[in-house]
């Protein structure tokens, strides 16, 4: 499907006409959380319902109308540097029934009525962790790369990439912030390709990577990180600061060469690989974005 044609299906599919029934979304991509956070509102004049007994047709709207109003805002997530959710359709690797099964899949809250009693709302809880889990087709890891010649490495418990601050973009004479994205690859100062997503084993791993603000690895704790990332990465983590960051859209930290040894060297260390102990900390400022329908 043509890109124009994409965009002439996706404008009829997005924006339905339902008379002149009043029906918005807003919500947030939450990164740290790995979820897509969205309230769907009906206005019940508009829809010519009346209170109490339109109540199950308000809530009827409010269903039917989810899964159109939320599918711009999944196709635009970010899978890697380069495609989104709407390119892997674009190229009829992804359907839209996939879509509508992925966001179907959301945990919702009961509907409700706003405080002023014009309105209907429901909540919907979508997990970035199953979505990611659901695109990763391969059913064996790909082995990571290996060393003729290992250098002296220790175990460690799980991998930490800070990359919280602007970085150089490689091949560009330019400075970016690292975004986040499902599947992140990690590149050396070389660019040997450290870690992808092919790498991991589809049978321990949903998502690849876990995003956290700069506050979870600076507690007061014999660690320094909080428990909840102690659960991925372990009490002795390799902390690592990225260098630079690679992509047309900045998602994938590049980290010096000595320390992608440290990983590769060690068997216990590429096995973090294989489980996805990895995570990657970013500003806080691109962990979370809103959005809202016109």
Not at 122 to 139: C, F, P, Q, V, W
Not at 247 to 252: F, K, L, Y
Request: glycine content about 6%.
């Amino acid at each position: 499907m043509k890109p124009s044609m994409l965009s002439w299906v996706l404008a009829i599919l997005v924006f339905p006409v339902v008379g002149e029934t009043k029906v918005a979304i807003s919500g947030s991509i939450e990164w740290e959380r790995m979820e897509i956070n969205a309230a769907v509102q009906v206005d019940l004049a508009s829809a010519g319902i009346r209170l109490p007994t339109g109540r199950i047709q308000a809530e009827e709207i409010l269903n039917d109308e989810y899964p159109y109003l939320v599918r711009p805002y999944l196709l635009s997530l970010p899978v890697d540097s380069a495609d989104t959710l709407g390119d892997l359709l674009n190229r009829g690797e992804l359907s839209f029934r996939s879509t509508d099964t992925i966001s179907a899949s959301a945990q919702k809250v009961p509907p409700a009525l706003t405080n002023d009693l014009t309105s209907m709302f429901a909540r919907y809880t979508l997990s970035l962790r199953k979505l990611s889990g659901s695109l990763i087709r391969h059913r064996r890891p790909q082995d990571s790369m290996r060393l003729l010649i290992p250098v002296p490495s220790i175990a460690y418990t799980g991998i930490i990439i800070i990359a919280d601050e602007e970085l150089p973009v490689h091949g560009k004479h330019s400075t970016a912030l690292p975004q986040p994205c499902l599947f992140p690859k990690i590149w050396d100062t070389d660019m040997n390709l450290i870690y992808e997503q092919g790498m991991v084993d589809p049978l321990q791993v949903e998502s690849i990577v876990r995003y956290v603000s700069p506050n979870h690895i600076f507690r007061p704790t014999p660690s320094g990180l909080d428990e909840e990332l102690i659960r991925l990465v372990g009490s002795n983590p390799l902390r690592i600061i990225a260098l630079g960051v690679f992509g047309s859209r900045p998602t994938d930290p590049i980290i010096d060469r000595e320390d992608a040894l440290q990983i590769v060297s060690h068997e216990d260390n590429r096995r973090l690989l294989r489980e996805g102990r990895v995570a990657i900390v970013l500003n806080q400022q691109v962990l979370s974005a809103s959005f809202s329908s016109p």
